[in-house]
T-cell receptor
Framework: AQSVTQLGSHVSVSEGALVLLRCNYS??????LFWYVQYPNQGLQLLLK??????LVKGINGFEAEFKKSETSFHLTKPSAHMSDAAEYFC???????????FGSGTKLNVKP | DTAVSQTPKYLVTQMGNDKSIKCEQN?????MYWYKQDSKKFLKIMFS???????INETVPNRFSPKSPDKAHLNLHINSLELGDSAVYFC??????????FGPGTRLLVL
């Protein structure tokens, strides 16, 4: 069975500091991996995705994530946090039957001035 | 030029009522989904339609009935609303099961 684990339901960083949001997954086949961001009272917006090819993927707003098969991880990073990054972040994975997405429980990022 | 739209945005109703939420996508996608997000922000898929055919039907009370009149629309009808149905319901769409694009959500509050 597929599962997605996001370590840390709340992460707090100072403005300008490194952002690291963790995501681990379990999958029996090569997965497709996604990060979505949800701003307050809004829908989910795609940040970035990994399907095949280069394992380091770049997304919008300066975010990037690296697929590490050996660690079954897809952690999201940003070198320098901005106040506008404060939001809820969701990791998601889909398998061969990729109509079905499995979402992690979300990580709320707080950015302190 | 909205990609995935939902109506209404907010829905406040009494227990026992029947209500519908509508979703439309103008992306030309072949697959549409309904998700429920609870108060702890946990997202769970409810249904998925591919070219108007039901392909995913998770363990959802049969008070919930999706209807897809065409590829661009997926509506969700809920009978006999209960307090526990209060949540945010998101519609999404994708092409060939790849990246899902989400609507803005419908905030349902059952009193």
């Amino acid at each position: 069975a597929q599962s997605v684990t996001q370590l840390g339901s709340h992460v707090s960083v100072s403005e300008g500091a490194l952002v690291l949001l963790r995501c681990n997954y379990s999958s029996s086949v090569p997965p497709y991996l996604f990060w979505y961001v949800q701003y307050p009272n809004q829908g989910l917006q795609l940040l970035l995705k990994y399907t095949t090819g280069a394992t380091l993927v770049k997304g919008i707003n300066g975010f990037e994530a690296e697929f590490k098969k050996s660690e079954t991880s897809f952690h999201l990073t940003k070198p320098s946090a901005h106040m506008s990054d404060a939001a809820e972040y969701f990791c998601a994975v889909s398998e061969g039957d990729f109509n079905k997405f499995y979402f992690g429980s979300g990580t709320k990022l707080n950015v302190k001035p | 030029d909205t990609a995935v739209s939902q109506t209404p945005k907010y829905l406040v109703t009494q227990m026992g009522n029947d209500k519908s939420i509508k979703c439309e996508q103008n992306l030309g996608h072949d697959t549409m989904y309904w998700y429920k997000q609870d108060s702890k922000k946990f997202l769970k898929i409810m249904f998925s339609y591919n070219n108007k055919e039901l392909i995913i039907n998770e363990t959802v009370p049969n008070r919930f009935s999706p209807k897809s009149p065409d590829k661009a629309h997926l509506n969700l009808h809920i009978n006999s609303l209960e307090l526990g149905d209060s949540a945010v319901y998101f519609c999404a769409s994708s092409q060939e099961g790849k990246t899902q694009y989400f609507g803005p959500g419908t905030r349902l509050l059952v009193l």
